[in-house]
């Protein structure tokens, strides 16, 4: 399977400030990359897809990058609402749609 | 809108099984691959497989391969997971989820296993 590895684990930043989070694939996956939120208690969201195309409803302060096997997910100007865990996952494999492990984001 | 609609929380003993139903609306149901994730407690989320609504086809993982079961009962546009021998570690919140690039999820179903 195709491992997902996201940095860092858990961070904590101040409302207005840029937050970014890395995912790397042990293997290349081209642009089979998708981001998703999870607030607590709830059912993920998914932000982007295809590593860089805001789904639709998505506040614009969301934006993804990466191609290979390095990949971005930056928050340009965190929010107290973006309280929450957030996974990458490779779509590359059709056989294990594997996540990255999770980055907790709390607010300072 | 599309929706899912999963079935209520389920307690079982070790070594039973477990079948999640997840009801779909708002969509052409054979357009989408409907996945199934889990998430045990305080921990990330796992993906466990997938089930072509058009030809029933399956893809499970690796680790659930002999356990699982992926159904659909597309006159109710209905997905069914089914996982047997149960463990303790099988205990986890299991979602559906379905539409382009897995986009809609269902409000998950909480399994616990316990004796």
């Known amino acids: 399977d195709i491992q997902m590895t996201q940095s860092p684990s858990s961070l904590s930043a101040s409302v207005g400030a840029r937050v970014t989070i890395t995912c790397r694939a042990s293997?290349?996956?081209?642009?089979?990359l998708n981001w998703y939120q999870q607030k607590p208690g709830k059912a993920p969201k998914l932000l982007i897809h295809s590593a860089s195309s805001l789904q639709s409803g998505v506040p614009s302060r969301f934006s993804g990058s990466g191609s290979g096997t390095d990949f971005t997910l930056t928050v340009s100007t965190l929010q107290p609402e973006d309280l929450a865990t957030y996974y990458c996952q490779q779509t590359y494999s059709t056989l294990a749609w594997t996540f990255g492990q999770g980055t907790k984001v709390e607010i300072k | 809108q599309v929706q899912l609609v999963q079935s209520g929380a389920e307690v079982k003993n070790p070594g039973a099984s477990v079948k999640v139903s997840c009801k779909t609306s708002g969509y052409t149901f054979t357009a989408y691959y409907i996945h199934w994730v889990r998430q045990a407690p305080g921990q990330g989320l796992e993906w466990m497989g997938r089930i072509n609504p058009r030809s029933g086809d399956t893809d499970y993982a690796q680790k659930f391969r002999g356990r699982v079961t992926m159904t659909l009962d597309t006159s109710i546009r209905t997905a069914y997971l089914e996982l047997t021998s149960l463990k303790s570690d099988d205990a986890a919140v299991y979602y559906c989820a379905t539409h382009t690039n897995m986009d809609v999820w269902g409000q998950g179903t909480t399994v616990t296993v316990s004796s």
């Open positions: 293997q290349s996956i081209s642009t089979y």
